[in-house]
């Protein structure tokens, strides 16, 4: 341990009234610099990945998506199957506890599904409903049906809002309090926090799993690159998640310091406004119609960016057409991740002319106008992707107001408030097992709603199909309407190249790009 966080272990111990010569040989504590923000510990309410990298430690899920991206592996559930075509059952772990010593049995897992089914207040509440009926059959057995088959049920069953709560101790204290002192039944417990700022978990003895082997694991937000860079120079963090390009080198080169490199499963896209109710726009902007509104100018907006520019810019990435990642075979990737293909798109000739079909005198500097929001960093280089996204846009005859915030202001003010205009960048994940619900007419949310209702049938059919060759003629065609409707512009798949102390820790990246750290050790044990 570093001499900064090692100071600090002793501090802490010395205030409980442990001596400082068992803090030193016993105490490992690991800090993780958490680009922020944070939501809500109570899981099922917020659908932000980055929060729940942190639930992951606190709470179990019935399954789990394995570390290198190959199936799945029991958390609470010791095994499960598929019994027929809308049912499967799952067999818990006997002698399971919450933090609290309450019991979780079939009837908890219960009660966890249907809350997040009863609550449209919920983000994760969507993703949910192709959950039907939660059935206990005894105290550790419980079967969970569908309302029809879903081809991807173990994956949506291990994602957001799978996480599992104590049902007496909410009643108890209800859900305002809850969150303000939460308690699940994973390997690690919330020791203390302070909101959107810093949050020490530390290992629990009970574990079904056992104890993990690093005693605390810290998530300190920092916001802004340069200071992430820093810490961990410095020693006061252990990792941070995306190193920049021009300080690779020398965390690389520093003693103790390593780069690791992983898919991050995350895409950076923009999207457009397609219609002015959802979020708050309408109070925000009121009677203004944003150009976006015209599919041509849609169109020449991904015609006009040279994707394969941008990722260079970016630093870590590889440019993209389609929102699902290369490597999943829903990401068709002779189509949407072939290089000569993606470069060919980028068409400026094509995005005048489309220009001039929607009306505009692009010749003579009559180009419409477009208000691009961007962070300053969530995956990379976000602001200088969007600088230079806003001069290729000006080159086929845009005209660009371009509003660059840092992270935590652009995400309370354009991102949760939906108060996007015409063009926002967002980073997202590219899992094939949601995205076709993201179009469809009844998902809605603060950014925007798409409603095309042959392309909604497409996507509903998707999720339906199990057989994995119809579905993939399905997702064919879902891709053409993705393509032509250009309400989400893709531009790039994000690598992850982590600074990260080796001299203390050792891990092995998720395929799936979770920053969680159940599977963090020590070097060397």
């Not at 598929?82 to 818990?92: A, K, M, P």
Request: charged share 20%; proline share 5%.
């Amino acid at each position: 341990m570093n001499s900064f966080k090692k100071l600090a272990a002793v501090a802490m111990l010395l205030l409980a009234g442990t001596s400082v010569a068992v803090a030193q040989d016993e105490v490992t504590e690991f800090v993780f610099a958490h680009p922020g923000p944070i939501r809500t510990m109570d899981a099922p309410v917020t659908w932000f990945g980055s929060t729940h990298w942190l639930t992951n430690l606190m709470y179990d899920c019935l399954i789990w998506r394995a570390a290198d991206g190959n199936g799945y592996v029991g958390q609470a559930a010791e095994s499960w199957e598929n019994i027929d075509e809308l049912t499967w059952r799952f067999n818990l772990r006997p002698g399971q506890t919450f933090h609290n010593g309450e019991v979780l049995d079939a009837e908890a897992v219960k009660w966890n599904i249907d809350r997040v089914l009863a609550r449209e207040d919920f983000l994760v509440h969507p993703q949910w409903l192709f959950v039907d009926e939660v059935i206990v059959i005894d105290e550790l057995t419980l079967d969970i049906k569908t309302d029809e088959p879903h081809a991807y049920f173990e994956y949506d069953i291990s994602f957001n809002g799978c996480q599992i709560l104590p049902p007496d101790y909410m009643a108890e204290v209800g859900e305002e309090e809850f969150a303000r002192a939460p308690i699940g039944s994973g390997p690690y417990r919330l020791a203390e926090f302070t909101e959107s700022d810093r949050y020490v978990f530390e290992a629990w003895d009970g574990y079904w799993g056992g104890r993990p082997e690093v005693d605390r694991v810290i998530y300190q937000v920092i916001p802004e690159q340069s200071a992430q860079v820093a810490a961990l120079l410095a020693g006061q963090v252990d990792m941070i998640s995306a190193v920049p390009v021009p300080d690779r080198e020398r965390v690389a080169s520093t003693e103790g310091l390593s780069l690791l490199t992983e898919t991050s499963n995350r895409m950076v896209q923009f999207y457009l406004r397609v219609e002015t109710e959802t979020g708050s726009f309408a109070e925000t902007y009121p009677g203004y119609e944003p150009a976006t509104l015209d599919n041509n100018v849609r169109l020449a907006i991904s015609h006009a960016l040279d994707r394969v520019l941008l990722a260079e810019v970016q630093g870590s990435a590889q440019p993209r057409l389609g929102r699902v990642c290369s490597y999943y075979p829903e990401g068709f990737p002779d189509r949407l991740a072939d290089p000569e293909v993606v470069a060919n798109w980028y068409d400026p000739e094509l995005a005048r002319q489309l220009l001039t079909e929607a009306g505009y005198d692009v010749a003579n500097g009559q180009g419409p106008t477009i208000y691009m929001d961007a962070p300053t960093f969530q995956s990379g280089n976000d602001a200088e992707v969007a600088q230079i996204a806003e001069v290729m846009l000006e080159e086929v005859g845009f005209n660009v107001e371009l509003n660059v915030l840092d992270a935590s202001a652009y995400n309370e003010q354009v991102v949760s408030s939906g108060n996007n205009r015409e063009m926002m960048m967002t980073t997202l994940g590219c899992s094939p097992s949601l995205v076709p619900t993201f179009y469809v007419c009844d998902w809605v949310q603060a950014n925007y709603n798409v409603c095309v209702e042959e392309w909604d049938a497409i996507g509903t059919e998707i999720v339906r199909t199990v057989d994995p060759e119809a579905r993939l003629e399905l997702w064919s065609q879902w891709w053409d309407y993705y393509l032509d409707y250009a309400q989400t512009i893709t531009l790039f798949e994000v690598d992850s190249v982590m600074g990260f102390n080796t001299a203390e820790f050792e891990f092995t990246p998720r395929k799936d790009g979770w920053f969680t750290f159940r599977d963090l050790r020590l070097a060397g044990g």
